[in-house]
């Protein structure tokens, strides 16, 4: 470190850009702000400030009471109607799923809509964490239509729903509507991803039919920092018919 016009924290930010892009891995931890500071001859409010503008870039991410981290490679998905474990292994992670949850009872109103259910009549709802080589990747609440898998809550539910669907009752989701918007993440949720409360978080709500009747309505909170969609767009609108011409 040298004394001179470019300010010390604005050195040390480039010395940890270049660790972070060329020596520590993605994912790997960050040698304490104590260790820095004596590593580089500066005061821990130096790295700290230098640490601080590479987490705003999104180059480093600061995960509580664990330290600092170099960012992963954001996945990156396309929008389609496929399951979290068929996407995760088509990018060559291993896909791991936990079941936090689970349950059989009444949906609130607007799922019951989604579902056609008549009012109070009980659907299956599972709550679930998903996983990618091992790292939090989203957190999962869906309901299940009981009259398209009788006895769901009794399988095994730490894999693809979809293949189960598929395997066990014959179901093949053909359609889906889905609905994507950015938001915080609750306490539970950020604690669930391993990230602090109010993080990005992409949130996914998605229903799904096969044969034209509905199956699933699932809501999925997807880290931010991690996960990323990639969209085909066009220039005509949904549902909008080109004029032929003759």
């Given amino acids: 470190m040298r004394d001179g016009p470019v300010p010390k924290h604005a050195q040390l930010r480039e010395i940890l850009r270049e660790l972070a892009g060329k020596e520590i891995l993605p994912g790997a931890a960050l040698p304490s702000e104590r260790s820095l500071a004596e590593r580089f ?18 180059l ?5 009471g664990k330290g600092t981290f170099t960012a992963r490679s954001r996945v990156d998905s396309s929008l389609h109607l496929a399951s979290f474990t068929e996407d995760i292994r088509l990018m060559g992670m291993v896909p791991e799923t936990e079941l936090l949850d689970r349950a059989e009872a009444a949906p609130p109103p607007e799922t019951a809509e989604a579902l056609k259910l008549a009012p109070e009549r009980a659907a299956y709802w599972l709550f679930r964490q998903r996983k990618a080589d ?3 990747m989203a957190v999962e609440r869906s309901w299940y239509h009981p009259d398209h898998a009788p006895g769901l809550l009794d399988q095994d539910l730490t894999g693809s729903l979809y293949t189960l669907l598929t395997r066990t009752y ?12 950015a938001d ?13 409360p109010g993080s990005a978080v992409l949130v996914f709500r998605r229903i799904s039919t096969a044969r034209g009747e509905p199956v699933e309505d699932t809501t999925s909170w997807y880290r931010g920092d991690l996960y990323q969609v990639t969209m085909q767009l066009t220039t005509e609108p949904p549902g909008h018919n080109r004029p032929s011409r003759r």
């Fill in 41 to 58: 001859g500066v005061s821990r409010l130096t790295v700290r400030e230098a640490i601080g503008q590479l987490v705003t870039e999104g």
């Fill in 170 to 181: 014959g179901v093949v989701l053909e359609h889906g509507t889905q609905t994507v918007l």
């Fill in 60 to 64: 480093l991410v600061r995960v509580r």
């Fill in 184 to 196: 915080g993440a609750d306490s539970g949720t950020a604690r669930l991803l391993g990230v602090p």
């Fill in 134 to 136: 091992g790292v939090p």
